[in-house]
């Protein structure tokens, strides 16, 4: 969710609803209102797929090109990274090839990857075929065109790198959807605690130093909140300390070095980080502590394992890779992204948040509840927008299974079996053919039948907003998990306070954001 956000790209947690575990022999169904919690029926198959009509659209060869060997790969990396930069990479290839599909190179290249070629896809209409795992293979995919160490992950390949087709994929994200399911009764409680006790001490530091950093607070809270809410453990009581987030943030570093800008020399950064692994043996002790504190907390989820034919072994640094990888760094990344745009939204906005939030819960007995959460769609339009406009997983990455046709909104494509494809989902999620005022925020744009019908447009989870994940996707399994809390920040910042105003900073992941002003609440 940032310089790179691909960091967090498949936040693995689901939080189902009871109906979670009933069996269904029918495929899912597209569904254009979308629940809070919404039932992920992880053991029915994937949908049926129907053959898609023959391209009604002219046939255009792909543009672009990859360079010469090394050279090309060279070049566009420098460009991505330092003479463009992102954004303009992208941009300024739409304007040359006028066409938001075409070819090009993606980091790191020379000499971690062994192919950076790509087939981009810039638009809402073809960027979802790489959703589609009948069409495109997500093996070893999850941070592109090369895959970190897996000495860094015990050995393991993690499920996030893992296709659907293999039959450790279903186990391990089953594995998930009973975490969740545990212990969905905990998640409001311990949300409003942890972050009751962030929003107190960014209040007292307000007030000694004139300022206070939300996203080290929030870095603190974040982790304490999932351990709480999903483990019943109090790391700060054991031998992880509050060494948690400082020790996650050294072991992601040593995963995504390659695809970050560590604001380090440009010629120390390319010699040394975009051309060279980071060597694990380096990180190995502050992993063993994370790994040893999950293994310690998770006994029911590692018992549950056992019986899925997953050792508890692999269980656990599968969890520690979905709760620190995934979630924890989602929210690290997409909670300041979120206050930055609720803020430059201004204060009519805050004004009608606070209405509206403080008026459900009234109506609810006073308790932040599911139910009163319903009665929010104002809140609820906010962190839609917030995913639509900046999307916490920017990039996606599938290699086309066979022969196929793409099209955009304008063309046809010929993909040959073999080719990567590439899709940056902020320029496909801020399509302007698809949404009015596309490069806006606009709070109140999912508000009502017309907003809602939007909501299959925005993509951060590896999915339509409409579908939900199951065992024979690559929907990020948490997505339902990550809306509810992203709404519960939203809830407990308007239910205390009117107003706030903020300093916006950069960061390798994400933004850092810093509280200059909150106003207290005074109705």
């Known amino acids: 969710m940032a310089s790179t956000s691909l960091a967090f790209s498949s936040i693995q947690l689901q939080f189902p609803t009871q109906r979670s575990s009933q069996l269904s022999s029918r495929p899912p169904t597209r569904r254009l209102r979308v629940r809070p919690i919404s039932a992920s029926l992880s053991e029915r198959p994937p949908p049926t797929v129907t053959p898609p009509e023959p391209a009604k659209l002219p046939i255009r060869k792909i543009p672009g090109d990859y360079g010469l060997p090394f050279i090309g790969p060279l070049k566009d990396r420098l460009d991505y990274f330092y003479n463009q930069g992102r954004d303009e ?70 499920l996030s790198y893992l296709d659907p087709s293999e039959p450790m994929h279903g186990k391990l994200k089953q594995l998930m959807f009973f975490l969740l399911k545990s212990r969905r009764d905990q998640v409001i409680p311990e949300f409003h605690t942890s972050y009751t006790n962030l929003f107190e001490t960014l209040e007292r530091e307000l007030a000694g130093k004139g300022k206070a950093n939300f996203s080290e607070g929030n870095d603190q809270a974040a982790f304490t909140f999932l351990a709480r809410s999903l483990y019943g453990a109090n790391h700060a009581d054991t031998q992880l300390g509050l060494d948690g987030p400082k020790l996650v943030s050294k072991w992601v570093l040593f995963q995504l070095a390659p695809l970050l800008i560590l604001g380090l020399p440009k010629l120390v950064e390319e010699l040394f980080i975009h051309s060279f692994r980071l060597p694990p043996a380096l990180v190995k002790k502050d992993y063993q502590r994370l790994y040893d504190f999950f293994y310690e907390s998770s006994t029911f989820v590692l018992d549950e394992a056992e019986k899925l034919g997953v050792s508890r072994d692999e269980a656990c640094h599968n969890l520690v890779f979905a709760t620190c990888f995934n979630t924890y760094g989602g929210m690290r990344i997409f909670f300041p992204n979120m206050l930055k745009w609720i803020c430059r939204a201004g204060v009519k906005l805050h004004t009608q948040l ?170």
């Open 89 to 158: 990479y992208f941009k300024s290839r739409i304007q040359k090839y006028q066409s938001t599909v075409f070819r090009t190179n993606m980091p790191p290249g020379p000499f971690i990857s062994s192919s950076p070629n790509v087939v981009v896809l810039l638009d809402g209409k073809s960027f979802p075929v790489l959703f589609d795992v009948t069409k495109v293979e997500k093996r070893d995919l999850f941070t592109g065109t090369f895959m970190p160490s897996t000495e860094l992950t015990g050995g393991y390949r993690m």
């Open 354 to 523: 606070a209405q509206e939030i403080r008026s459900a819960i009234r109506s609810n007995g006073g308790q932040v509840t599911m139910a009163a959460m319903e009665q929010m769609p104002l809140m609820k339009s906010v962190v839609y927008e917030s995913l639509r406009i900046e999307p916490p997983v920017s990039l996606q990455y599938g290699k086309a299974k066979r022969d196929m046709v793409i099209e955009s909104h304008d063309a046809a494509f010929e993909v040959k079996e073999g080719e990567m494809l590439f899709g940056y989902q902020p320029f496909a999620t801020k399509d302007p053919k698809i949404f009015d005022r596309s490069e806006e925020f606009v709070a109140d744009r999912f508000v009502g039948e017309e907003g809602e019908r939007l909501l299959k447009h925005v993509l951060w989870s590896n999915g339509p907003e409409t579908e939900s994940p199951t065992v024979g996707n690559k929907q990020c399994a948490g997505k339902d998990f990550v809306v509810v809390i992203s709404r519960l920040l939203v809830v407990e910042l308007f239910r205390r306070y009117d107003s706030f105003e903020i300093e916006v900073g950069r960061s390798p992941l994400g933004v850092s954001v810093t509280l200059t002003s909150l106003k207290r609440a005074s109705f």
